[in-house]
């Protein structure tokens, strides 16, 4: 594609529950990150791919968060047993090595 | 770890007026970049730099790698209304290592 694609744009689920958002990064690039934005706030990382190599975890702010690469290309978030906390916008960016980061439009997620 | 920090947080400035928002790396970088989020939207890509005291410019942005590639700073000439948004910062090491995000500096412009 064009762009990253980010899916769904937006999310309404229950406290609880457990939800799964997706990356489509450009084709090509190695680099696929994943952040999280508050309202206002800055990018709170979350992880961090690049090629085969294992990927940087240190983000994840719970074991709750999980996240996948697949192939090298589509990148899934996994989010277990919803907390309110965990409302925000996820935002997913790729980039060639350390070359310039395109960023989705993004997940808004809503904990009911 | 790595860390990156961007001074102000927030940044009020008269239409018309300049300022400088700056970034501080605590380990030496390979790269600097700047990107730019307007509210409701998406951080974009600005600027990159990689050599030491690099300057670039972008019509009324002006933009500085420091000679020990730790710093950087963003000056904005004659700020307009469409200058509003976030900047960030962006520090890269080593190749295969990830970019560290700065807290980023929010702009607002008093028409």
């Known amino acids: 594609g064009a762009g990253v694609s980010q899916s769904p744009s937006n999310k309404v689920t229950e406290k609880g529950k457990d939800v799964e958002l997706r990356c489509d990064p450009i084709?090509?690039?190695?680099?696929l990150y994943w952040y999280r934005q508050s309202l206002g706030q800055g990018l709170e990382f979350l992880i961090y791919?690049?090629?085969?190599?294992?990927?940087?975890k240190s983000g994840l702010p719970s074991d709750r968060f999980s996240a996948e690469r697949t192939g090298g290309s589509v990148s899934t978030l996994t989010i277990q047993r919803t907390q309110q906390e965990d409302s925000a916008v996820y935002l997913c960016?790729?980039?060639?090595?350390?070359?310039?980061?395109?960023f989705g439009q993004g997940t808004r997620l809503t904990v009911v | 770890g790595q860390q990156v920090m961007q001074i102000p947080q927030y940044q009020h400035v008269q239409e018309g007026e300049d300022f400088t928002t700056y970034c501080n790396s605590s380990?030496?970088?390979?790269?600097i970049q700047w990107y730019k989020q307007r509210p409701g939207g998406h951080p974009v890509f600005l600027i990159q730099?990689?050599?030491?005291?690099e300057v670039k410019k972008q019509k009324r942005l002006t933009f500085q790698f420091g000679e020990a590639k730790k710093n950087s700073s963003l000056h904005i000439t004659a700020t307009q209304t469409t200058d509003v948004g976030t900047y960030f910062c962006?520090?890269?090491?080593?190749?295969?290592?990830?970019?560290?995000f700065g807290g980023g500096t929010r702009v607002l412009v008093k028409p």
């Open positions: 962006a520090g890269g090491k080593a190749a295969g290592n990830k970019l560290t």
């Open positions: 791919f690049q090629g085969n190599s294992a990927p940087d």
């Open positions: 960016a790729s980039s060639l090595w350390q070359g310039k980061a395109f």
């Open positions: 084709s090509g690039h190695t680099a």
């Open positions: 380990t030496t970088l390979s790269n």
């Open positions: 730099l990689v050599k030491s005291g």
